[in-house]
T-cell receptor, first 113, second 111 residues
Framework: AQSVTQLDSHVSVSEGTPVLLRCNYSSSYSPSLFWYVQHPNKGLQLLLKYTSAATLVKGINGFEAEFKKSETSFHLTKPSAHMSDAAEYFCVVRMDSSYKLIFGSGTRLLVRP | NAGVTQTPKFQVLKTGQSMTLQCAQDMNHNSMYWYRQDPGMGLRLIYYSASEGTTDKGEVPNGYNVSRLNKREFSLRLESAAPSQTSVYFC??????????FGDGTRLSIL
């Protein structure tokens, strides 16, 4: 069975310091992987996607993620956190040629001034 | 450039009442989806529609019905609301295997 695990329910960083949000997946197939961000009272916005091209994927707002097949991981990083990055982040996996998305339980990022 | 529009944004119902949540997209996408979001559980798929005229059950369809009215619109109906259906409901749309685009959600409370 396919699944997604976000290893931290909450991450707290100081403004200007690096961000690391961790995601592991299990899949028998070659997955497509996504990170979405959700700001309060808003829908989910796509940050970046991996679809079997380059393993290092750059997204919007300075975020990037690296697909590591050997570790079945797709961690999200940003070199320097900004106050506006405070939100909930979801790691999502989609099986090839499938509509079905599997969502992680989310990581809430807090950014301290 | 509206994207996916959901109405209403907030609603409070009494147990047993019925309600239809509306969703419309202006991106000419074939596929549309309804999810519910509960604390600590990510999003779970209720129903989806791969194209106009077709609908299929997702992970948690019980207590819900859907209608794909046309290519733009996909509604979700609760025939007899229950407290367990208190949640935030999201509609999404996509083209083929492209990423899904989400609306801002409907916050539904059932007393």
């Amino acid at each position: 069975a396919q699944s997604v695990t976000q290893l931290d329910s909450h991450v707290s960083v100081s403004e200007g310091t690096p961000v690391l949000l961790r995601c592991n997946y299990s899949s028998s197939y070659s997955p497509s992987l996504f990170w979405y961000v959700q700001h309060p009272n808003k829908g989910l916005q796509l940050l970046l996607k991996y679809t079997s091209a380059a393993t290092l994927v750059k997204g919007i707002n300075g975020f990037e993620a690296e697909f590591k097949k050997s570790e079945t991981s797709f961690h999200l990083t940003k070199p320097s956190a900004h106050m506006s990055d405070a939100a909930e982040y979801f790691c999502v996996v989609r099986m090839d040629s499938s509509y079905k998305l599997i969502f992680g339980s989310g990581t809430r990022l807090l950014v301290r001034p | 450039n509206a994207g996916v529009t959901q109405t209403p944004k907030f609603q409070v119902l009494k147990t047993g009442q019925s309600m239809t949540l509306q969703c419309a997209q202006d991106m000419n996408h074939n596929s549309m989806y309804w999810y519910r979001q509960d604390p600590g559980m990510g999003l779970r798929l209720i129903y989806y529609s791969a194209s106009e005229g077709t609908t299929d059950k997702g992970e948690v369809p019980n207590g819900y019905n859907v209608s794909r009215l046309n290519k733009r619109e996909f509604s979700l109906r609760l025939e007899s609301a229950a407290p367990s259906q208190t949640s935030v409901y999201f509609c999404a749309s996509s083209e083929s295997n492209q990423p899904q685009h989400f609306g801002d959600g409907t916050r539904l409370s059932i007393l």
